[in-house]
């Protein structure tokens, strides 16, 4: 007989009764508070088309590198997975035999947060009463996959569920934000919003990079072979992301390096970058030098800038040969933000209208870096812990280890950051959680009084994410 | 109606009721016992003088960068708040305002360190039992105020009233130390030292190092434009700083870096650094090699060594050349020990009679240089967590991460490291809190038994730092 | 009068009831598993002889280089200490007068794991009843030492004792592995292993390194002055070794730096190295090549591979030449391991067959690298918390920060890797105390179903170190 699946009510709450208790108190405010999204990779087609989803394999496993490099790491190859390759020539195994794969692991990701998300998914969004094991593999599968075809498990109708008020896409400057038009005119009164992501057209390294300044060009009307045309260019896109909601911009660039050069070098590096393939050091002088190009921006137009550094893309090459970009190998390297972000910070790190929302990967640069200079310069503030982090243990970790320094108010809140569309009520779950907890425990110890605790829930929850995003 | 403000008398223990006990009940031992500061940044002639303090903005607020950065990081410009510039052409705010721009902005130190420091000086020093908000701000400010005016709040009385067995400033070596002679010579029995500094004459990227160095030939009547000489007035200044109570030297080096040159490579290098500017690498092997010389003179002298190195100071330029120095923008970088530290340990590290204390800005190397230098090394003591880790957290993780491999007794006790007079008692509660804390938990798990315990509570408070420093 | 010592059934189980009652449902279902020893660095001559062990002294403090360290960094030299030096000129302390040194500084040890585990072995080992201090050395002294004489402490009673399952040593490919001849010989069931650590002829900067090479030359009849017949001198001791029980290789380079380079600049480099002293890079390539030779040849013969990085070893020099290697002087430094593995891992690392053990002495490479590592590639498994971090805080700290990632099932249970023969059962049950107490920490938060974390404390004890070592 299987095990019933059960989402304690006082999941990830600290286990003493009287913190416990703080927690329960503080987390009965934000819990139905609606979700704020300013940062994600949903696809934003779903809410334009608005179709159904096909099957709980494609839906929940195919996307989520977060459930299938956890299998391949266990010697499950991808193609059993059924991820898709760039020539398939193997035959593609049925969503029901990678479901059962999928669950016949599933012990594998105790412990883990995505055990956490999917079971919150199974348990809340599909009503699923019983653990996910060998047994039930089918009686999952048919579960999801028939309920998904239901108008109530519709992406708009989730949307609204889920009480979300507003998502954020991401988006290339070369998309045409058709989804984001189709769903402005359609009516529907779901707030989905893009950001401005420019990485295939500002990283000299990022595939394709010189066509896609030549179709940058093309898009714009501007003279893409000067570099004065070039940003003309990329402030005429942004412009375009604002009309369909953007309030931010998203750098992914392997560090956080930036460059403050004369016109002149400027526009020596940018004919140097176009003239073809360069060396590593020249691609992040020209990275560099973009991110203050763009804080520029900023403070003519407004958008927020996060920084989302040190991934090492696709460190597997032979997964990266066959499978593409995105498949659970990039790897957080060593990060270091104090040295590589002063030439922005000493252009424009003191005016109070720019805003610099700043990530990591590397946890040793929350007490050492990033919470000392968020905790002085007025356009910096703090990202959540991110990705890897994104974590009980993650979370908990971030805040012990950037409160005492920057404070809470120099942090913006939470990011889901996610593909997996279900998951985002988990994941802020998660977040709520864990932030009750933390700040139980500070009233607790008697750091903090519980009224402040109570007002801080609500800002962590939604106002300082409203606030950093300008939403 | 305004808050009460209460200190708690369980504040920063442990919440499990039976190791809050342990905790009350070592930190029944040690709460009264005398204050022992042997490194920090008040100003001798406050006991010199032993004049009144002028109003709480100017004593409270305008000295302290951990206050004024927080405010400044979220937009609150550091002229509206009374720092003073180098060129002061804009009038200055009054004190009451900016004391209500701080008090009303009190919410921002939620969860921080300066917070607990501030709450405890308010009911502590002053009496006061309402919690600071915009409605309390001329009550506090009035207060305070009037209440500096008392005898009983001049420095020398507070001096007594906190209970301070021994404070040390700390003194450049071109400093007379008239102050600390106006002490000794008062008849007043309070036991203010100094503590040398020559950073100003042993980094050539000091402002005008070459300077000082013909400065410090003159006040000691060697001749340094030779390296012999210039060895010579230091060995003269220390000496004169013994008679004045100096125990001990302290490097803020950017690195921990060392050097063991040859007679002729010191010489060589010598000269160089006084003929004029030098490049970032020759400065930090003439700082590298200088460590080295004192580590020598410490042999002789007997002066303890504290190296806190690891901040790249002065980051925000602009605040730099409208304030100066000091100003919350010092931001600590990575920073290695192995390599830095082993020519110096080469040298003399076997010598028992050698007594350096290390202090690091960057956690990580906690668990993986300095407590494994501080267990094998009889020269080599760890200073406790620092500046931005002198807080709860900052200190559970320094005693977690050392404790294993170092043990207890290659540690040194508290430092407070302070401009902030009346914070020091608060200081050190916080820290004798946090080590009965710690010390409760390994009880309370058997790792340790209780009378153990509490011997270790009064070394840690008390006995270390005595014995660590010489006092 | 002295304390009694005592091992309280809870130590280190979390505090709260409800926490502490589930870990001790937990550990009593692997408390008395069989233990499982798959790298360390017993003698395997104890096991062949079978002769008593001597005294207190030279089994308990002479090679315990965690015990002698402490006491040096506290100024007492290892003269008095009797440990061994390369001329010994001055005459040796009597066991027993160094056995009262150590008494009466055992209070250094306080919360450190020698501390725990000293306390294990007096009292479960030798039925000791009273703490040890100045009081009690002779007791202790005379104690130990007579016990040692029985039968039933002789080395392989104790292995028995000890519920030893299996028990891997580690020799170099020149050990020609007579001991472990003998025990195959002998007919005693016990399963002591050896396992292949080919530093001395892989590593340009091992003390004896051209020599090692013509010595294994020698040993199998191989032309060694070739890259391809030292690699064949190579297989045929792996084959040789596997003889003898091994299932693992075992590297102790400085860094995880790995190369891939075509034949001819492998014969190149190969010559170049075996010209005679080569530059420190020169040396890192070589071994980084080797690394990955090493796992061609695991492919083969299917030994697992260990990799040990990190440690700057005989950091003082002085030290190294008087007393030689292993004295406590090793120091970790930061150690990167996703440049530097990826060579290798682009060549098999996505061939399911190898199998990598990747340790680390550097705690920042656990949440930010080693986790999202293991956590996709297939050969990847993590090693536990090791040497500086085998302790409880290390353990909790491995947990934490790896398991969100990497899962618990990408690592491999318990590595006692000590010299410490009768420390054994102590460090085990330490490791088993804590992962129950972490399982439990997750239950407690309903992070875990309890019957789940009742197989993976099995797990965690027991099956995951026989699959990941083939044992």
Same mark, same amino acid.
């Given at each position: 007989?299987?095990?019933?699946?059960?989402?304690?009510?006082?999941?990830?709450?600290?286990?003493?009764?009287?913190?416990?208790?703080?927690?329960?108190?503080?987390?009965?405010?934000?819990?139905?508070?609606?979700?704020?999204?300013?940062?994600?990779?949903?696809?934003?087609?779903?809410?334009?088309?608005?179709?159904?989803?096909?099957?709980?394999?494609?839906?929940?496993?195919?996307?989520?590198?977060?459930?299938?490099?956890?299998?391949?790491?266990?010697?499950?190859?991808?193609?059993?997975?059924?991820?898709?390759?760039?020539?398939?020539?193997?035959?593609?195994?049925?969503?029901?035999?990678?479901?059962?794969?999928?669950?016949?692991?599933?012990?594998?990701?105790?412990?883990?947060?995505?055990?956490?998300?999917?079971?919150?998914?199974?348990?809340?969004?599909?009503?699923?009463?019983?653990?996910?094991?060998?047994?039930? #593999?089918?009686?999952?599968?048919?579960?999801?996959?028939?309920?998904?075809?239901?108008?109530?498990?519709?992406?708009?109708?989730?949307?609204?569920?889920?009480?979300?008020?507003?998502?954020?896409?991401?988006?290339?400057?070369?998309?045409?934000?058709?989804?984001?038009? #189709?769903?402005?005119?359609?009516?529907?009164?779901?707030?989905?919003?893009?950001?401005?992501?420019?990485?295939?057209?500002?990283?000299?390294?990022?595939?394709?990079?010189?066509?896609?300044?030549?179709?940058?060009?093309?898009?714009?009307?501007?003279?893409?072979?000067?570099?004065?045309?070039?940003?003309?260019?990329?402030?005429?896109?942004?412009?375009?992301?604002?009309?369909?909601?953007?309030?931010?911009?998203?750098?992914?660039?392997?560090?956080?390096?930036?460059?403050? $050069?004369?016109?002149?070098?400027?526009?020596?590096?940018?004919?140097?970058?176009?003239?073809?393939?360069?060396?590593?050091?020249?691609?992040?002088?020209?990275?560099?030098?973009?991110?203050?190009?763009?804080?520029?921006?900023?403070?003519?137009?407004?958008?927020?800038?996060?920084?989302?550094?040190?991934?090492?893309?696709?460190?597997?090459?032979?997964?990266?040969?066959?499978?593409?970009?995105?498949?659970?190998?990039?790897?957080?390297?060593?990060?270091?933000?104090?040295?590589?972000?002063?030439? $922005?910070?000493?252009?424009?790190?003191?005016?109070?209208?720019?805003?610099?929302?700043?990530?990591?990967?590397?946890?040793?640069?929350?007490?050492?870096?990033?919470?000392?200079?968020?905790?002085?310069?007025?356009?910096?503030?703090?990202?959540?812990?991110?990705?890897?982090?994104?974590?009980?243990?993650?979370?908990?970790?971030?805040?012990?280890?950037?409160?005492?320094?920057?404070?809470?108010?120099?942090?913006?809140?939470?990011?889901?950051?996610?593909?997996?569309?279900?998951?985002?009520?988990?994941?802020?779950?998660?977040?709520?959680?864990?932030?009750?907890?933390?700040?139980?425990?500070?009233?607790?110890?008697?750091? $903090?009084?519980?009224?402040?605790?109570?007002?801080?829930?609500?800002?962590?929850?939604?106002?300082?994410?409203?606030?950093?995003?300008?939403?």
């Amino acid at each position: 007989m299987s095990k019933p699946l059960i989402l304690h009510p006082d999941r990830l709450f600290p286990v003493h009764a009287t913190t416990r208790a703080i927690a329960r108190r503080l987390y009965a405010e934000v819990a139905s508070l609606p979700i704020v999204s300013p940062h994600g990779h949903t696809d934003p087609s779903w809410f334009a088309h608005n179709h159904n989803f096909s099957n709980a394999t494609d839906l929940l496993i195919k996307p989520d590198h977060y459930v299938f490099r956890m299998l391949y790491s266990q010697g499950i190859s991808l193609e059993a997975l059924g991820i898709r390759q760039h020539k398939n020539s193997i035959p593609q195994p049925s969503p029901r035999d990678v479901w059962g794969i999928f669950a016949s692991n599933y012990a594998l990701f105790r412990g883990t947060p995505s055990r956490q998300w999917l079971d919150h998914v199974f348990a809340t969004v599909f009503d699923i009463d019983v653990a996910l094991d060998t047994d039930t #593999a089918d009686y999952y599968f048919d579960t999801i996959t028939e309920k998904l075809q239901q108008d109530a498990f519709k992406p708009r109708a989730l949307f609204e569920r889920f009480n979300i008020e507003v998502l954020a896409t991401t988006e290339s400057p070369l998309d045409n934000l058709t989804h984001h038009e #189709a769903i402005q005119n359609s009516g529907w009164h779901g707030r989905v919003i893009t950001a401005f992501r420019p990485d295939p057209v500002v990283d000299p390294e990022f595939e394709g990079f010189i066509d896609n300044v030549h179709a940058l060009g093309q898009l714009t009307g501007e003279n893409t072979s000067q570099f004065a045309g070039y940003l003309n260019a990329l402030r005429t896109r942004r412009d375009y992301f604002k009309q369909f909601g953007a309030t931010s911009s998203d750098h992914g660039h392997p560090s956080p390096f930036t460059a403050d $050069l004369c016109a002149r070098e400027k526009e020596n590096l940018f004919q140097h970058v176009m003239r073809g393939p360069v060396d590593a050091p020249t691609a992040e002088l020209f990275r560099g030098q973009l991110l203050t190009e763009m804080a520029a921006m900023s403070l003519d137009d407004g958008l927020v800038m996060q920084i989302h550094p040190g991934s090492f893309r696709n460190h597997n090459q032979t997964i990266f040969e066959k499978f593409g970009r995105d498949k659970g190998a990039d790897i957080p390297i060593p990060t270091e933000y104090v040295r590589n972000l002063r030439p $922005l910070l000493n252009k424009y790190g003191n005016d109070p209208r720019l805003s610099i929302i700043v990530f990591t990967l590397d946890e040793t640069s929350y007490s050492r870096e990033l919470a000392p200079l968020a905790g002085h310069y007025p356009c910096l503030k703090l990202g959540p812990a991110w990705w890897f982090h994104d974590s009980p243990e993650g979370m908990r970790r971030f805040r012990q280890q950037t409160t005492e320094t920057a404070g809470f108010y120099n942090t913006v809140g939470f990011n889901d950051d996610t593909r997996a569309f279900l998951s985002i009520p988990a994941r802020h779950d998660v977040a709520r959680r864990m932030d009750c907890g933390f700040l139980a425990e500070l009233v607790a110890d008697h750091r $903090l009084d519980e009224d402040e605790a109570r007002e801080l829930a609500i800002d962590l929850t939604y106002s300082l994410v409203k606030n950093a995003y300008n939403l």
